[in-house]
Nanobody, 123 residues
Framework: QVQLVESGGGLVQAGGSLRLSCAAS????????MGWFRQAPGKEREFVAA????????LYAESVKGRFTISRDNAKNTVDLQMNSLRPEDTAVYYC????????????????WGQGTQVTVSS
């Protein structure tokens, strides 16, 4: 069993930055892919970013490319999401997620979810 706890959400003005962090516990995450999803009010949960164990390969949703950066620290069992140039449409609850599935299935097959952290971007 893996427990995921997100932190770093909050209220920020458009154009500002926030850094989300997710701490994992319960077992080693070797070979797990880690990532972030988000869910805005009235919308379905959507993929944001993902990273492999080595950190050498990342994937981003088109809507956040060039603005968000995902990173992980395997020694600390954490995955971070640096969010720059935030827009009101980035407002959502952000969820940390981990999975052992193959890389091209990460967006669809998640083993564990965090409880979510609210990000609100004001215009």
């Amino acid at each position: 069993q893996v427990q995921l706890v997100e932190s770093g959400g909050g209220l920020v003005q458009a154009g500002g930055s926030l850094r989300l962090s997710c701490a994992a516990s319960g077992r080693t995450l070797r070979s797990y892919k880690m990532g972030w999803f988000r869910q805005a009010p009235g919308k379905e949960r959507e993929f944001v970013a993902a990273i492999v164990w080595s950190g050498g390969t990342t994937l981003y949703a088109e809507s956040v490319k060039g603005r968000f950066t995902i990173s992980r620290d395997n020694a600390k069992n954490t995955v971070d999401l640096q969010m720059n140039s935030l827009r009101p449409e980035d407002t959502a609850v952000y969820y940390c997620a981990v999975s052992r599935t193959v890389w091209n299935r990460f967006q669809y097959e998640i083993d564990y979810w965090g409880q979510g952290t609210q990000v609100t971007v004001s215009s």
